[in-house]
């Protein structure tokens, strides 16, 4: 497995792998050690808004060289504002009670019988994605929370700023004893290939196309 950053990674097989490894052991993690990891997540990302900034100033630079679209400029750019509302998502998903093993009446009823359905983690899930490099943070919270682990593949155009947000997330995973292994990102390079990553389907539970 190649890297070239810390913890970013160009093979999709030795992605999808440890992060499926990580998630035998991440549903049997209690429900308190995911909310505080999804609370460190949003204190990462504040403590570490600067660095992420100066990163995607580096990726809107490049971008306009490139002469990438005015819409596409936008949805990359992040402000201060953009960070501090997925700061604010983040801490209240921290706060809500964890779902995993919750009983409710199923959608469907048997005749004569009383059915039930316990919500469990999916597994595995990938999200592939372009632009809106806060979005990252926002998935990561959601599956870290739900005992899912997560691979991203984020567009070239936010290669620092995925970067940046990834090392906040991996430093809070780290602080709360989480395997850093839940997370896995993948870089941009050619050698990245999507369709890679989207047949190992005996690994991956399910996958998101965004944008």
């Known amino acids: 497995m190649t890297t070239d950053f810390h913890g ?13 490894r990580a998630s035998l052991s991440l549903t049997t993690t209690k429900g308190v050690i995911r909310s505080q990891a999804v609370a460190a997540m949003a204190e990462a ?9 100066e990163a995607n100033t580096l990726d ?11 819409l596409v400029l936008e949805w990359l750019k992040l402000t201060p504002e953009r960070i501090q509302t997925a700061v604010q998502l983040l801490q209240r998903l921290s706060e809500l009670p964890d779902p995993i093993g919750r ?8 005749d004569h019988c009383q059915t039930y359905s316990q919500l469990m983690p999916l ?4 999200m592939i994605y372009e ?15 739900t005992a899912n682990t997560l691979v991203l593949k984020g567009g070239s155009e936010a290669s620092h700023s995925n970067a940046a947000i990834a ?13 850093d292994s839940c997370l896995q990102v993948l870089s941009s390079d050619q050698g990245t290939s999507v369709r890679e990553l989207i047949v190992q389907d005996q690994y991956i539970n399910l996958i998101i196309p965004y944008g």
């Not at 990302?45 to 900034?53: F, R, S, Y």
């Not at 490049?62 to 679209?69: C, F, G, I, K, Y």
């Not at 632009?131 to 929370?145: N, Q, R, S, T, Y």
Request: aromatic share 4%; with cysteine.
């Open 123 to 126: 597994g595995m899930i990938a």
């Open 131 to 145: 632009a809106f490099p806060e979005l990252a943070a926002v998935a990561a919270g959601l599956c870290i929370k």
């Open 8 to 20: 970013l990674t160009s093979d999709p097989i030795a992605a999808v792998q440890s992060a499926h």
């Open 103 to 110: 009983v409710m009446d199923a959608a469907y009823q048997i």
């Open 60 to 70: 809107l630079e490049a971008s306009r060289e490139m002469a990438v679209p005015d």
């Open 167 to 179: 090392q906040a997330l991996w430093s809070a995973l780290e602080k709360t004893g989480l395997p």
């Open 45 to 53: 990302l504040k403590q570490n808004q600067n660095d992420i900034l």
